[in-house]
Each structure stands twice: as C-alpha cells, then as structure tokens.
C-alpha cells in the first residue's frame, strides 16, 4: 500500500490510499473554493447524559446529484470533483459538511472504488483489503488527535437508510466522547467481569454463538453471526475470534483473511430478498474501543472491549422497510418481526456461488 496525503483548495486534508507502490498523486485541487466554515456544537442531554450535535451548515450539503455531476467520482477535463485525480484505488478525505470539527472531533469521507456504479460488494480481495487498510490508518491517525476519543468507521447503503450520494463510499466519525451504545457495552462488560469473578463479556458472547444456530458463515481467523436478540430483521456481527479492541489490534491472518468474509457476507445480504429485488439497504458499523480513560466503567480496560463490525438492514421483506415507530423511537425497546434463528438460517441459504 502506498499513502499519499495531499489537501484540497479550501485547505481539507485529502489522502490516496494506493495499491501499486509507483502510483504518482500530484494532481491539484482546480475548484475556487473558499474556505470551509462550520458551525458544529456538541450538547448534552442532562435527562439522559448522551451528546447530539448540533450542525446548521448541513443543510446545505450536496443532496441526490446527477450522476455526471457526482463529487466522489475522479476529476475529469473539466469536471472538478473531490477527488483531483483522474483515477483512484481508495480516497479518504474530511468531510465539506462534517457533524464533528475542531474541538467537536472529525469527520471523513471514505471512497471504496473510483467506479460509480459499483458497491462494496463488487470489489475484488484485493480492494476490500485496501479498504481494511485505509480504516486501520484512519483509527490509528485519529486517535492521536487531542479532541478525538473514539473512532467509528461506517458504510450507509442505499436510499432508504438515507443516503445522498450514490457513489460505493463510507464515512469515519471521530468523536470527542465515548458514544452511548459503547458506553452501555462497556458497563455490561464491567457487570458480567464483577458477577462471574473476572469472565469477559464478549468472549461469553463468542462461545455461545459458535455453540449455537445462528452462526452464517465462519472462516479461520472470522465468525458472522445473527445475535440472539437481534434489533433488527436481518443483523449480522462480524467478530474476529482472537479478541482485539481495534483494528490496529488485527493480526496478518485475520486481515488477510477479512476481504473473503465480509465480502461473501455483503453478497448474501443481496440476496436475501430474492434475486430480482434491488440492492439491499444496509447499515455496516465498525465498533472499536474508545481510546480515553475508561475510569467510569468499573474494572474495565481497553483490552476488556472485542472489536466487531454489525450490518443490518432496515428491509423487513421484500418492498417493506421496518420503521422505528412508538416503542423504538419513543422508548428504544426494539420489536423484531423476523427471528434470529430464521434470519441466519436465511443468510446460509443464499450463500453465494
């Protein structure tokens, strides 16, 4: 992998993330852009002691363009894009309208392929490993950052679950707080640890699920499987079996090896719904262990924490969406009309060819 940091006109760092050593990035940003301005303010809720942030200048970012007028796909002649280059393996860069900046964190935009009509699924090994790579730099450089306490690398598919920008692209948060969903794993960890003498929550987890009948497909170094009390229709954790808290933490087997399963996981989500249905929407979202003191959370260290990537859908069956209505929004007590079980014996049915 080569690395090659360069930044844009407004000043935005951008960064090409390369699969050939001799690859050349000297190409400039030619849009007159102004310098970014945000406005993004962190708040906390004292009823419920979590954070929202509060970003006005959103409202006016890039929503649904023409796909001749895409910003993630590479400059060409006199089409200015994001991207400076002519072509691109993968490109990370910060976000234009960012939820977090300054002291509220960071946020970047991840381009998984310069082809505008792929996803995540199309690539090859070879590119999803450069994915792995580009996320693991990110984590490892952000973490460095004084304002950033978490990173959270994330792909939203698909216009149901909300996206505006067609392009095979994800994006990376860093957060200046731990978030609320780790906090809440993280003093169920500290829990279990105090009741069972010192057992490790996600280890527990682990073993019961491989023991079971949710399991859909395991490799080597990998296990996905269908949580017994899955939120959502279709869910899916994706665990490596050495527990690491971070991507940093993945040994050569299980990077080696991630691309065949995740990408053999993706394809089965398209398949779900029958052959003829469109792409699955899908949520993937890489949780890793926040990198600030975890003093909070009672005889829990970083090392307690397990990495793992969740993909869910919001597709209940075929045309219909399962929305958070009054007892999820209202009160976060999830109903889920699809059984675990049945959701990973429907996930090893269509495994692909």
């Known amino acids: ?81 994001e991207i400076p280059d002519s072509s691109y393996d993968v490109v990370v860069f910060e976000n234009r309208f960012p939820s977090l900046a300054g002291d509220s964190g960071r946020c970047e935009v991840v381009c998984f392929t310069s082809d505008h009509n792929a996803s995540f699924a199309d690539l090859t090994e070879q590119q999803a490993g450069l994915v792995l790579e580009a996320w693991t730099d990110r984590t490892s450089e952000l973490s460095h950052l004084p304002a950033v306490e978490q990173v959270f690398c994330f792909e939203n598919r698909g216009a149901e679950i909300g996206v505006t920008l067609g392009h095979p692209h994800g994006q990376i948060y860093a957060y200046p707080f731990t978030t609320p969903r780790t906090a809440l794993m993280l003093r169920s960890a500290a829990t279990h640890k105090e009741m069972t003498g010192g057992e490790n929550l996600f280890d527990a987890v682990l073993e ?113 969406l399962k929305f958070l209505a009054g007892s999820e929004s209202g009160m976060n007590v999830f109903i889920n009309d699809v059984p675990p079980e049945r959701a990973a014996e429907r996930l090893r049915e269509v495994a692909s060819s």
């Not at 509060?54 to 894009?81: F, K, N, V």
Request: net charge negative.
């Open 208 to 320: 019961r699920e491989l023991a079971g009948e949710r399991v859909v497909l395991e490799g080597e170094h990998w296990v996905a499987f269908v949580p017994y009390a899955a939120h959502w229709p279709y869910e899916v954790h994706l665990y490596p079996k050495r527990r690491v808290p971070d991507l940093l933490g993945l040994d050569e087997g299980a990077r080696t090896e991630f691309p065949k399963v995740y990408l053999e996981l993706l394809r089965r989500f398209d398949r779900i719904f029958g052959e003829n249905e469109p792409p699955t929407p899908y949520i993937a979202a890489w949780h890793q262990a926040p990198f600030g003191a975890l003093e909070e959370f009672d005889g829990v260290v970083r090392e307690d924490f397990a990495l793992h990537l969740e993909l869910f859908t919001i597709r209940r069956t075929s045309g219909k």
């Open 1 to 81: 992998m080569k690395k090659t940091s360069t930044r844009l006109a407004d000043g935005r760092e951008l960064i090409y993330y390369d699969l050939r050593d001799d690859s050349v990035r000297d190409a400039a940003d030619r849009r007159p852009l102004d310098r970014t301005v945000t406005t993004s303010e962190i708040r906390r809720d004292p009823l419920l002691g979590d954070a929202v942030a509060i970003a006005s200048h959103r409202q006016g970012r890039t929503y649904h363009p023409p796909a001749d007028e895409c910003p993630l796909c590479p400059s060409e002649g006199d089409r200015l894009s």
